[in-house]
């Protein structure tokens, strides 16, 4: 893994307009956003339309469109890219929630019907309207949800970004859990 310190010197180096700084960037967070992207697609069902690769690409675009963000350190960098990856998968199963009730009415063959399943679809717009209603209670409970659950980030690194401590975070983590647990099978 590239030094922390080196992704910290490029990503502000590239806040301050360097481009340069971006093309030197990529090639050091490649592997990890990809890791990321595999972490977000082993929770979505089999046959998923959308691959690793295509959840990296289309993050790292909305990425480098990010105009106004002063990155801190690479624990930044990569809590942004697990919130965009999070709001992608959000946006492709609204769609095909929205094209399964009738949407833009286009003709599916029965041999596509067959890999498309809304379970998970379902389930993942559920825990994000859950997730919303705990971060409107608690917004640092919500966060670490972000980050832990969708991030897929440890106990240290979501203590770097939000700046609390790692036993801050297990507390928040475990209530959080337990909040959204009740919250999910009340849904149910």
């Not at 481009?19 to 089999?46: F, G, I, N, T, W």
């Not at 942004?80 to 769609?95: E, G, K, Q, Y």
């Amino acid at each position: 893994m590239p030094h922390a310190s080196n992704i910290t010197e490029l990503l502000q180096a590239w806040s301050g307009g360097d481009k340069s700084a971006l093309d030197e960037l990529l090639p050091l967070v490649e592997k990890e956003l990809h890791d990321l992207a595999s972490h977000y697609m082993r929770r979505e069902r089999p046959g998923h339309i959308l691959q690793t690769t295509a959840l990296v690409n289309e993050a790292y675009l909305r990425l480098i469109d990010q105009r106004d963000v002063k990155w801190q350190n690479r624990a930044h960098f990569f809590a942004i890219s697990a919130c965009i990856m999070r709001r992608i998968l959000l946006n492709h199963a609204r769609d095909r929630r929205r094209l399964k009730r009738g949407g833009s009415g286009f003709q599916v063959s029965l041999s596509e019907a067959s890999v498309i399943s809304a379970e998970k679809s379902d389930e993942l717009l559920a825990l994000d309207e859950a997730l919303g209603r705990l971060a409107a209670i608690d917004e640092r409970k919500g966060r670490v949800v972000e980050l832990r659950f969708f991030g897929g980030m440890s106990v240290e690194e979501v203590a770097e970004v939000l700046e609390i401590g790692t036993a801050t975070v297990m507390r928040d983590w475990n209530m959080a859990k337990a909040w959204l647990m009740r919250e999910m099978s009340g849904a149910a």
